[in-house]
């Protein structure tokens, strides 16, 4: 409700300075928790930047065809505790509605990869008062891997006939204070400086949180 009086207010500031006129309207629509929303947008046109405007979809931060922040979490949610192929099932399960396998996989991942760049940014370990005493470790285990090589020139192909099963090490990583008996966990499939790394996380984390000796 929000956003939708942003937008209209947007619209009668555009009116009120006579910089655009109106235009026709369009569809627009999106994905939610409660299923497609979909409603006729209606656009304006600034002469003076020579571009058109989309009051409503710019103020509620919405695109044709997108997702919403609460969908979003619920897709993420669930393509990170099972496979991409489940997504669909327990969105059904749950919220009644379906998104594409495809469409799980790209925004699960891309939630990861922000979750991965914060994980990067360097947080100063407490100096002052006790210095904590934390129980840091990592183990790994190999598990199998399938990876699609796409043929070069060969158009259309059959994705089937071209899969590649291997094996890798996932390493996982935990730290704790003494006594504890919730430790604060991380997993990878990098490197070993990415192990080193993830470490660093868990004991940085363990040392924000103060529950250290």
């Given at each position: 409700?929000?956003?939708?009086?942003?937008?209209?207010?947007?619209?009668?500031?555009?009116?009120?300075?006579?910089?655009?006129?109106?235009?026709?309207?369009?569809?627009?629509?999106?994905?939610?928790?409660?299923?497609?929303?979909?409603?006729?947008?209606?656009?304006?046109?600034q002469p003076g930047l020579?571009?058109?405007?989309?009051?409503?979809?710019?103020?509620?931060?919405?695109?044709?065809?997108?997702?919403?922040?609460?969908?979003?979490?619920?897709?993420?949610?669930?393509?990170?505790?099972?496979?991409?192929?489940?997504?669909?099932?327990?969105?059904?399960?749950?919220?009644?509605?379906?998104?594409?396998?495809?469409?799980?996989?790209?925004?699960?991942?891309?939630?990861?990869?922000?979750?991965?760049?914060?994980?990067?940014?360097?947080?100063?370990?407490?100096?002052?008062?006790?210095?904590?005493?934390?129980?840091?470790?990592?183990?790994?285990?190999?598990?199998?891997?399938?990876?699609?090589?796409?043929?070069?020139?060969?158009?259309?192909?059959?994705?089937?006939?071209?899969?590649?099963?291997?094996?890798?090490?996932?390493?996982?990583?935990?730290?704790?204070?003494?006594?504890?008996?919730?430790?604060?966990?991380?997993?990878?499939?990098?490197?070993?400086?990415?192990?080193?790394?993830?470490?660093?996380?868990?004991?940085?984390?363990?040392?924000?949180?103060?529950?250290?000796?």
């Open positions: 409700m929000g956003a939708g009086r942003g937008a209209k207010t947007r619209t009668h500031d555009l009116r009120e300075r006579g910089c655009c006129k109106k235009e026709s309207k369009k569809k627009l629509y999106w994905y939610t928790t409660y299923g497609v929303v979909s409603l006729e947008e209606q656009i304006f046109y020579k571009k058109h405007v989309r009051a409503f979809s710019t103020s509620a931060r919405i695109y044709c065809r997108g997702y919403s922040r609460a969908l979003e979490r619920a897709i993420t949610d669930f393509g990170g505790e099972n496979a991409f192929g489940q997504v669909e099932m327990k969105l059904k399960e749950h919220y009644g509605i379906t998104v594409p396998t495809s469409s799980a996989r790209t925004i699960t991942q891309r939630h990861a990869h922000e979750m991965y760049e914060q994980e990067k940014e360097k947080v100063k370990i407490p100096s002052k008062g006790i210095h904590p005493i934390i129980l840091a470790e990592t183990d790994g285990t190999m598990i199998p891997i399938t990876k699609t090589t796409i043929p070069e020139g060969q158009k259309p192909y059959d994705a089937r006939k071209h899969k590649e099963h291997f094996w890798r090490e996932a390493r996982l990583s935990l730290a704790h204070p003494i006594g504890s008996v919730t430790p604060i966990f991380a997993a990878t499939l990098g490197s070993v400086d990415k192990v080193g790394q993830q470490i660093r996380t868990c004991v940085n984390k363990v040392c924000r949180s103060g529950k250290h000796a």
